[in-house]
Every structure is written in C-alpha cells, then in structure tokens.
C-alpha cells in the first residue's frame, strides 16, 4: 500500500488543525467582514491539549479512521476513566 | 439576501461549473453549503442567523468555550478537507463570515488577481506537514560522549584541583546543553534541506513545547511542504527512510496530509 493511503486516513490531532485553521487561511477583508485575529496557541485552553494526547494514543494503535468530533467525545471520556481526571468539558 | 455568510473557501469558478457541490451541512448543522458564483472564482459558503455572531463573541467562545472549539474546528476541518478532494481550493481561515453577498463579492473581485495566482501555485500540489521529534536525553548522552571540544574541556578539568573542577564542570554542563540544540538543529536543518528538494516550497513553523504535543520527547522541527502530486509518494518514503535510519538513535517523524492548501494560499 502506498504510504501516503496510509497517512491519509490517520487521525489528526485536534491541536494540529487548530494550528492552520485559526492561524492560517484567507481572510479577505472588507468592510463589515468579520475575522478573528490570529489566535497564539499557548494562550488556548489547556483542555485542548488533551485532544491531542488522546489522538497520539489513537495514533499509536494504527487504526484506519476518519477523524470525526464523537470519536473525539468517546476516546475523551476513555482517558479521563484512564487518568482519573475530573471531566473538564462537563460544566 | 442580508444574513452572516460563513465562507470555508473559494475555489476556481470552472471547477465549481463542473462539479456540482455534494450535499454539506452548514455550521450551525442547519441549512447546507451553496455556490456563490463570481467571475473566476466561486465562493463555497454558508448561511448563519444574522446577529448571531460578532467578532467578539467568536473570539470569547475561541478563548474560553472548548466544546464549541473542538466541535466547530473539526466541522470546519472536514468540511475544507472533503471540498479541497473536489476543487483546487483556497481554504478561509476559520469563521471567516461576511455581512452579506455583497460585501463578499467586492471583496472577492478586489484580490481577484491575488487569488487565482493562489489557484495556480497550488493546483495539482498538495500540502505536507512534517514533525521531528528527538529524545533530548539520549542524543545529550550521546553529544556528551562523542563531541570533540567536550571530550577535551573533560579531560582539561580532570587535571584541575577539586574546588575548580566543581565549577568547570557546571560550564561544561551548559557547553553540552548548547551542543545538544546545535546538534539537534544541524541535522534537522540538513533533512529540511534534503526533503526541500522533493517540494515546490518549504516552509519552518515554530516547534511546540511538550506542554502543547503532551509528548517525553521534544519537538525539533515542524515544517510544511508543498508538493506535487506526482512526487508526494518520493517524499513520504523519504521521510520514511529516514525514520527508519534513525529510529535507533532517538529520532521520529511524523507526517501528516495532505492538508488543504493552508500554508501556501495565503495571501495579505
């Protein structure tokens, strides 16, 4: 199998589109346009990063997945049972 | 039509003719994804409520609501990847909305220039990240033992009186410190160099801290790559060549795409 069929179908880790999806693109401005400015990833939420220790767990098993946000709900609530961190997305 | 219109990205106005949009879902999981045909560029977008979002709600709710985040960054995410495997695309940056068609459309013709030269750098290209990570302890072993100037500043301090010795050997401590990220950034560069050949352009990003990848070992390279299509396949065994070379001496790669045209489509 070609390796680009095989990284194509791995998970990315929420913290890696964060990276390019606030900080990169096009914002064509005009007036009234809205657009945020680029966000710095240090001054995000450290409950974001979770995310993406819960993607490299993923990584390490080699499934073929598309990424999907209930996936991301599952394997959350699996690593806070694993670590016995108290949930910090329930209010 | 006066209502917020988020836009993921634009595309070239041919390719959106000869292929008709798929069936998406908008932002707010109501309503789809529509055309905004223009001149030579088409806009693939979505309605939202109007006054349901101000920059300052938006960036409130990127600072402080996390669920929203994860859920409305991967939307946007699977939405520009599943559009970008359809068109030759210039992805937005996230919640890029505007006002109305019109607004769009005066700001679409007025970088019309700037975004069809966007079309052609990226078209038939594809977008590659690539993470180097090294396992700092092990390479410092290895630097402390085998660099030259190291070895002779030891063997110097050994002929030192005791009271001497503490203090050089502290100095020598910062020396290997200061090896090792040369070190690290000498053979990292060099590979950069190497892959560099393989891309139409290459572009450094900054290294995260372990705080950001949760990972023991240390970032010590995060690049992008543009790439030909017909050449992606060359590159990725070459990364791989050299994950399996260095697997043994405390290297990983790590490669991730294609990635919608992020970092090359940008334009000011």
Not at chain 2, 40 to 66: F, K
Not at chain 2, 76 to 98: A, D, G, I, N, W
Not at chain 2, 127 to 136: A, Q, R, S, T
Request: hydrophobic content about 35%.
């Amino acid at each position: 199998m070609p390796i680009q069929d095989s990284l194509e179908n791995k998970d990315i880790a929420l913290i890696d589109i964060l990276d390019v999806i606030l900080d990169k693109g096009v914002a064509i401005k005009a007036d009234l346009v809205i657009s945020i400015a680029g966000v710095d990833l240090v001054y995000l939420d450290l409950r974001v990063l979770i995310a993406s220790v819960e993607s490299l767990v993923q990584a390490q098993q080699r499934e073929r997945k598309t990424v999907s946000s209930e996936q991301f709900d599952r394997q959350r609530e699996a690593l806070i049972d694993a670590t016995g961190q108290p949930d910090k997305w329930k209010n | 039509m006066d209502g917020l219109i988020y836009v993921y990205g634009l595309v070239p106005a041919k390719e959106a003719a000869n292929q008709p949009l798929p069936p998406l879902q908008g932002f707010d999981g109501t309503g789809g994804l529509y055309a905004i045909p223009m001149q030579e560029v088409t806009a693939i977008a979505c309605d939202l409520e109007p006054g349901t979002y101000t920059e300052e709600n938006i960036e409130d709710r990127i600072q402080n609501e996390v669920d929203w985040l994860q859920e409305k960054a991967f939307h946007h995410h699977e939405t520009v990847m599943q559009l970008s495997r359809l068109y030759t695309m210039v992805p937005m940056k996230f919640c890029t909305l505007y006002k109305n068609e019109h607004n769009l459309q005066t700001a679409v013709q007025e970088s019309e220039t700037k975004i069809t030269r966007a079309f052609s750098i990226i078209t038939g290209n594809e977008e590659w990240n690539l993470k180097i990570y090294c396992d700092d302890e092990r390479l410092k072993a290895k630097v402390s033992r085998s660099h030259p100037e190291i070895e002779a500043k030891r063997a110097e301090i050994s002929q030192l009186p005791k009271g001497r010795q503490f203090f050089e050997k502290k100095k020598l401590d910062k020396l290997v410190d200061a090896k090792l990220e040369e070190e690290k950034n000498k053979i990292s560069e060099s590979i950069h160099h190497d892959l560099s050949d393989f891309a139409m352009q290459g572009n450094v990003k900054r290294n995260w801290s372990s705080d950001v990848t949760g990972r023991k070992d240390q970032m010590t390279w995060n690049s992008v790559y543009l790439i030909s299509g017909s050449e992606t396949e060359r590159f990725l065994e070459r990364v791989q060549q050299y994950e399996q070379d260095m697997k043994e001496t405390c290297w990983e790669f790590v490669a991730s795409g294609p990635w919608p045209a992020y970092h090359f489509s940008s334009f000011s």
